[in-house]
C-alpha cells in the first residue's frame, strides 16, 4: 500500500519532466547541414533556425558596424554556394578560406541570415598544425 | 630521461598487475602474507607513479623539448606555475596526473589502520588497482606521455593563452581529484558486496572519501564556471557542454549518495539504493573522463582523438555490469530492516531528493549523449541547445532546494504536525514578504519571483531551524555548566551544521543563477573613440584603444569609462590577445562587480580607424554565485571533517525521539 504512493508519485514526476525535456527539445535543438543540403531542403526549412558549414568565398564586404555580406562554399563538393548576411561583430578568426558554421534562418529571397558564425578552429589542446 | 619514465611506467603496471593477483587470492584464501604482498606492492605502485610524475615535471620545468609533450604544452618564455600545470594540459599528461592521484589515494587508503574494515581490504585494493592498471595500460600503449622526437626543437609551441590563467593551476587537478576520489567509495562498496560484509563497515569508511570527492568536484565545477566567465566573453558561467556536464553528473549522483547513506547510518534503510548510487557515481567519472577525451562530442574542452576509446569503453562496461550483476547476486543480503512508514518525512523528503538528482542527471545524459545518437543512427547532425537543459532542468533544481528547505523541517519517522507548524511559520511569512516585495517592485516574471521566494523560504527556514537547535541547547546548558560552548557543540555535530552551510550555499548559488540568467541586459555596440552607449542606468564611453606588445603577441586594450548619471563609476580595459602561435584570440574581459550586478564588457572586433565592436553585459546578482561557492566550500569542509568523538543528538523544541536515533555520524576512517 506504501509503496503504491511512492511509484504514483515517481511516475508523476517522470512524465513531467519528459513533457518539459520534450518542450525544451524543440526550443533547443537545432539541425546543422551542408550547403548544398540546405538548399536541397529549403522548400521545408524556410525560417527555422538551422545551422550551416561552408568556407568563405573570396568577395566579402565587411566594414565595421555594418552588416557583413559574404558567401560560403559548400565543402563536400566545393562548388555550391550559399549567399549570407550577418549584422553582429565578426569574429576575430573570420576570414576567406576559413571554414565557418553560422546559425540563423534561410529566407525566400534566397540569402541566408545569420544571427551568428562560429569560426571552426583546430581543438583547443592541440596546436594548429 | 623520457625511456626512463616510460620504462616506471611498465614496472608500475606490473606492479598493479601483481597487487590485484596477491589481493585477490589472499582474500580468497585468507592468507595474511598474500594480502601484504598485495599491499606492498599497491605502495610501490605509487612509488613508480610518483617517480614517473616528477621526471615529467622535470621535462617540463627544464624545457626539455625532446620529449614530445613538453614541446607542444610548453615554451621557453612560458612562467614557472605555467609549467607545473602542463602535467594536465594536455591529453597524455592529465592521464598520467589521473593516474598518479589514483595511486596517491590508493596508499593513503591501504595505510590507515582501521579494525571494522579489515576484513575487506584486500578486496578494496584489489577493486582500486584494477582501475589503475586501465589508466597504466592506456598510458603505455595508447598514450605515451614520454613519446620523443627525433630533432628536438629549439622553443616549444607554448601553452595556449585561453589557459594562461591562475584558475588553470586549480580548475583542473580539482576537478580530477574529485573525479579520482570516488573510486575509493566505489572499491569499498564492492568489496562489502563481494565479501559479503555487508553492515555498516564499509560505508562508515567511504562516507568520509565519498565526501571528499564529492567537495572537490563540487567546488571544481564553481571555479570552471567562473572560469569560463571571466575568460571566454560571452556573458555566461554555463554553456551545459558536454565535458562541462561530465562533470556535473557524478556530482549529482554523489549528492544522491550521501543523503542516501545518511538515511542508511540512521534507520538501516536504502541499503541496496545506496549502493546503486556509487556504482553509478564512480561509472559517470569514468564515462567522464571518457567524453573529454574522445572525439563523441564537439566541444570546447575536448582533446579530441580517438585512440581510447576501446579502454574506456572495456572500463566502463566491465565496471558497471561487474558492480550491477554482484548487487543483484547480493541482493537478498542487502534488506533493510525498516522499511518507509510515512512517505511525509525526513526519509521521504530525501527519496524524493535523490529521485529529483538522479532525473536531472538522466535529462543531461540524454541531452549530451542525443546528437552523438541521433547521428549514429539517422546521419543528422543535430545540437541540443542550452534551453533544452536551462527549461528541463529549472524546475527540477527548484524542487531539489524546496526539499532541502522543507527536509530542515520535517522529522523522522513520520512528520508531526505541531513541529512542523511551529518550524514552517516564520519562513512562509519571509517568503510572503519576498513575493510582496518583488511584484511591487514590478517583477512579473513568474518563474523568477517563484524562484526567489522559494529561495528565501529555504534560507530562512534553514537558519531559523538552527537558531531554534542553538538557543535549545543553550537552555539545557544553563543546567549544567559543563557542557561547553555553543560552537563546540557545533563541531561536535559538524555534518549537520555543515549540510545546513552547504543547503545555504546552494540556495545563494541559485539567487545569483536566477538573477542573471532572467534579468541579464546585453547589448552589442560598434563605437567610434569617445562614442557611448547606454544601458540600465549606465553610460559606457569607448575612450580609446592601445595596441601593444610584440609580433609573437599582440596586446589590444580598450579604455572604457562606466558613468552612472554624470558620476564616474568605473574605468574598465577589455582587451585581446593576439598569440601568433595561436589562431583563437583571446578575449580578457572587463568586469566590475558589486554584490548587485555585475557590469560586463568584451572587446570583440576593431579596425584601422580604430572603430572597434563591444558586447556589454549588465548581469544581475551574479557575485552571489562566487559568495555561493565559498561557503559551499567550507560547509563542505566541515561535513567532511573528521568526527572523534560520539555525541547527543541536538534538540529543538520538545520533538519526538526515536530509541534508535542517537548513533554517532561515524568516523571517515
Redesign the interface.
Known sequence: M?KK??II??II??I??IL??Y???Q???????EVGELLGKADTLYDKTV?VGGEVAPGVEQ???KPTHFTIIDITDGTTTLPVVYN??????FQVGRHVIVEGQYTQSGVFEAKSIMTK????????Q | MAEFGYTVLILAFVASLFSIASSAAGARQKRTDLINAGRNSLLAVFILVTLAEVILLIGLVTHDFSIKYVA?YTSRALPVPYLISGLW???AGSLLFWAWLLSLCAAVFVLRKSSTTREIMPHASAVVMFVQMFFLIMLIFAMNPFATLPTPPADG?GL?P?LENPAMVIHPPLLLAGYVVFTIPFALAVAALMSRKLGDEWLNRARGWAVLAWLLLGIGNIIGAWWAYVELGWGGYWAWDPVENAGLMPWLVGTAFLHSITIQKRRGMFKRWSMMLIILSFTLTIFGTFLTRSNLLQS?????ENTLVPFFLALLLISFFGSLALLTYREKELQGKE?????ISKEGAF??NN??LL?STL?IF??TL?PAIAEALTG?????????????NL??FMAIIVLAGVCVITSWHQLILKDFKRSVIIPAIVTLIIIIALLISGRREWSSVVSFAISGFVITATLYQWLKELLARRRAAADNPKSGTSLGFMWLNKNRYGAYLVHISIVLIAIGVIGSSVYSVEK?A?LSPGESISLNQYRVTYDKLNLAGSESRMIITADMSIYDGYKLIAKLTPQ?F?DA?????VTEVAIRSTPVEDIYIAL????S?R???F?VLVNPLVMWIWIGGGVFFIGGLICFWPQRTRLEEPQAGKTKRSPQETRPPGKPE
Open positions: 506504501k504512493k511512492f508519485g515517481g514526476i517522470l513531467g519532466v518539459l525535456a518542450i525544451g527539445f526550443a533547443g535543438a537545432t539541425y546543422y547541414y545551422k566594414e565595421l558596424g553582429g561583430s565578426l569574429p576575430y578568426t578552429c583546430p581543438s583547443k589542446y592541440e596546436p594548429a | 607542444e594540459a594536455g591529453n609551441r595556449n585561453l570546447v574542452h575536448t582533446f579530441g522499511s518507509t512508514e510515512s512517505f527519496l524524493l529521485l529529483f532525473l535529462v540524454i541531452g542525443f543528422t547532425q543535430v545540437e541540443v541547445g542550452k534551453s533544452f537543459f536551462n527549461m528541463a524546475p527540477i552589442e560598434v585581446k593576439i602561435n595561436f589562431e583563437q584570440p570583440d572586433n576593431w579596425d580607424t572603430k572597434a565592436s558586447r
